[in-house]
Structures are given as structure tokens and as C-alpha cells.
């Protein structure tokens, strides 16, 4: 572990912890820094950490954690990558756990979180409210996670899976979203709940019709789900910003979130029909690689045949 003696703008180690603040406030809070906790891969203690720094939690500024855990024979795992907060609880561990931990799999930054923040959330109390949404989000994105798990066909939980994840760190390129996490066979299947044979034959298979390919340390997905994981926001629900104090939940806000918001869909789902229009060239251009390989095969036969030499009968004495 390296410890740089480095700080940071909490702000900066993730801005939408200050989705609530006016911009008043935003101004002022950027002034409130940080420690930073730097990682090369390996073991992390956690809960020591936190003791060490007497810090109530971490937000992941780079790099990416994995927790595991292990009840009986079965394997589970969640990812923590930037933008998620790192917490160890005081309770004792759950008597079914017969093994768990957290690993740094790249470099990973941690910003702490302590008595800075602390006094800051007294200056500037929606900060609370930004972590807690930042951390509801995780809880979120786990329980979409287990029921991922509960799919019949492991293919589907690994292509659900994909999306989910891209939707916290993906990247939209004009081939396709790409993923930029190095997961392995493994990995896959203790996030998904299979064995690892069976993700790497789900994975052929996926490869296979042009759903998710291999790129280098990252995926390219490229079939999009059929159906999206989450509903489209009800316009009516309350807001938070639109029900709090007048000094910062005015009218103007509240239109320019639903604006934000309906900006969004219409992206998300001008992006979706990218992809069913991609998904076509992609299978088509998969297609002719198999033919292609299918022909050299082919020629490799008909070479090797021809260089077979035929014994040939000896002339019949007369």
C-alpha cells in the first residue's frame, strides 16, 4: 500500500455528491479536501483502514475493488469502482460466511472520509443527502445483481450483467458500448452465481452471434437488451429537489431536471436503436469470417489430400 500525502477535493473525487447544493454552496464546498489512499493490487483491509484514519468510510476515486465473499461451496462478488463509497460495519460477520475480503484487482485511489467531511456536512448539510443517494445507488445496483443471479440461462445473466455494469462505467463508441473492466472467466461467474466452465461456454456462445466481444482488457457490447432494466421515472413522483426549502428547490429547478431528465431517455433510447441497427453488420460480418475460416479449412484439406501420394498397381506381366 502507498499512502500519498496528497489531497483532494471531495468534489472532484465525485461531483454528484454535491447534486443537492446551490451553486453557492457548490462554490464554497470546493474548497473542502480529502486525504487520498493509493493501492497497487492486492488485499485490502478494509475495516483497518477505516480504524487507521479513523475514517467512517472511503469513496473510490480510481481503480476498482472487488469484494468477495464465500457461503458453503458458492462464490459471490460485487465491484466497487469509482464513484462507489467503501464502508466497514461494526456488527460481527454473519456466522454463514465461510470466507470474505476485498482485493484491489488494478492502482486503485481511495479518497477518505472523516472528520473534513463531517465538519463539511455541518457547513453544508445536502452533502449527507448526496452520500446517502451515492450509496443507495450501490444498494441498488447489488439487488438488480442478485436478480440477475435468479436468471434460468447463464448466458442471459452474463448479458445483463454486462449492461448493468456498463451502465455505471460504460462508454458509448460508434461501434458499440464498451466496458473498460478487466473481468475473467472467473470473476464473471462468482458475479453472476455459475461456474466458470459454464461462463466460458455461455461467453462462446454470446461471441458467437455478436452480442459481446473481447476487446484487450475490455468488452464490447454490442446486442442490447430486450427489455431495459429499469422503468422509465414516474413525472409525478416527488423530487427532492423541487420539495426542499425555496433557497434552492425553485421552480426553475425543478423544470431543469425534468428537462435533464427527458434529455436522458430520449438518449438512451436513441442509443438503443443504435445498437439493433449495429447489430445486424456485426452478425453479418461474423458470418463471412465463418465462411471464410470455413474455406480456408477447406483448401488446408484439399492441399493435404493432393500431397498424398495413391499406391499404384504394377503392371501385369504378359
Known amino acids: 500500500m502507498l499512502v500519498s500525502s496528497a489531497r483532494i477535493p471531495l468534489l472532484q473525487a465525485d461531483a454528484d455528491i454535491g447534486r443537492y447544493l446551490t451553486a453557492e454552496e457548490r462554490a464554497a464546498a470546493e474548497a473542502l479536501t480529502v ?15 477505516l480504524d487507521r484514519n479513523a475514517c467512517f468510510g472511503a469513496l473510490v476515486v480510481s481503480g476498482m475493488l472487488v469484494s468477495h465473499l464465500r457461503v458453503g461451496e458458492q462464490a459471490g462478488m460485487r465491484i466497487l469502482g469509482p464513484g462507489d463509497v467503501v464502508s466497514a460495519g461494526t456488527a460481527p460477520a454473519s456466522m454463514l460466511l465461510v470466507d470474505s475480503g476485498c482485493r484491489a484487482v488494478s492502482t486503485t485511489q481511495l479518497a477518505m472520509l472523516g472528520k473534513d467531511v463531517l465538519v463539511g456536512a455541518h457547513r453544508w448539510p445536502r452533502l449527507v443527502a448526496g452520500l446517502h443517494a451515492r450509496t443507495a445507488e450501490q444498494i441498488e445496483r447489488v439487488a438488480v445483481q442478485l436478480a440477475i443471479c435468479q436468471l434460468p440461462r447463464v448466458e442471459d445473466r452474463l448479458l445483463a450483467l454486462f449492461w448493468l ?4 462505467w460504460g462508454r458509448v463508441t460508434p461501434g458499440g458500448t464498451v466496458l473498460p473492466l ?9 458475479l453472476v452465481g455459475a461456474r466458470r466452465p459454464t461462463v466460458t461456454l455461455a461467453l462462446g456462445d454470446l461471441s458467437e452471434r455478436g452480442a459481446v466481444l473481447r476487446q484487450g482488457r475490455a468488452w464490447l457490447l454490442v446486442e442490447p437488451l430486450t427489455r431495459p432494466m ?4 414516474d ?18 429547478l425543478h423544470d431543469i431536471q425534468h428537462d435533464v431528465q427527458d434529455e436522458f431517455l430520449a438518449t438512451v433510447a436513441r442509443l438503443r436503436e443504435q445498437h439493433l441497427e449495429r447489430t445486424d453488420a456485426v452478425r453479418v460480418g461474423l458470418e463471412r469470417v465463418r465462411a471464410s475460416r470455413l474455406r480456408s479449412q477447406e483448401i488446408r484439406e484439399s492441399v493435404r489430400a ?13
Open 165 to 168: 455494469l456498463a451502465e455505471q
Open 235 to 252: 413525472p409525478h413522483a416527488p423530487s427532492f429537489v423541487a420539495e426542499s426549502p425555496t433557497t434552492w428547490g425553485t421552480r426553475e
Open 182 to 190: 478487466a473481468l475473467t472467466h472467473e470473476t464473471l461467474g462468482a
Open 306 to 318: 493432393s500431397r498424398e501420394v495413391t499406391p499404384t498397381e504394377a503392371p501385369s506381366s504378359g
Open 230 to 233: 429499469h422503468g422509465v421515472p
Open 35 to 49: 486525504p487520498v489512499v493509493t493501492f497497487e493490487t492486492g488485499h485490502v483491509d478494509v475495516r483497518a483502514l
